[in-house]
């Protein structure tokens, strides 16, 4: 009996049961989980502008292949979950859990790049991509870098200072 007990525990304990878990086997739910990210930056902007909206959307279907359809459709349930959610870290521990590091900077890099879309970076943007990016485990200097390699697709020079 006991030896069956210790085999469910570890089993529980297993990274394939923190990974299931953590829902990393369903596309939808990380893809979901991506999406609210992406949009927690377009709604850190208080403007809210067209072009922010726009890049939701273009990221959505670079990161996940998705038709301009499924990533409208994608966007507006993010922007639904990201309205009733409390804080972030439902989200980010999916992605965190699920993704390597390369594929989450790519997602910084995205996430950026909605920043930027209207040409100019607030404040609040900022911090919640510090906050994101945190609770991603980013390095410092990969975090420059992506931010660097948005700003840059974007068509702004170079930050002064």
Known sequence: MLKTLKDLFDSLLSPEAVAGAQGCGDDHA?????????????????????????????????????????????????????R???????????????????????MIELM?????????????ERHVMWRIADLLHIPQGAYVHARMRAREAAGLGPEAG
């Open 30 to 82: 990380i893809q979901l989980a991506a999406a609210v990210l992406l949009v927690e930056v377009m709604r850190a902007d208080a403007g809210l502008a067209v072009a922010e909206r726009t890049a939701v959307r273009k990221a959505l279907v670079e990161k996940f292949v998705l038709t301009p359809d499924e990533a409208d459709r994608l966007a507006d349930l993010a922007e639904g979950a990201a």
């Open 84 to 106: 009733q959610a409390t804080d972030l870290f439902a989200f980010t521990s999916r992605v965190d859990a699920c993704w390597d590091m390369p594929r989450k900077l790519r």
């Open 112 to 124: 950026w790049g909605v920043a930027y879309a209207d040409g100019r970076l607030s404040d609040h």
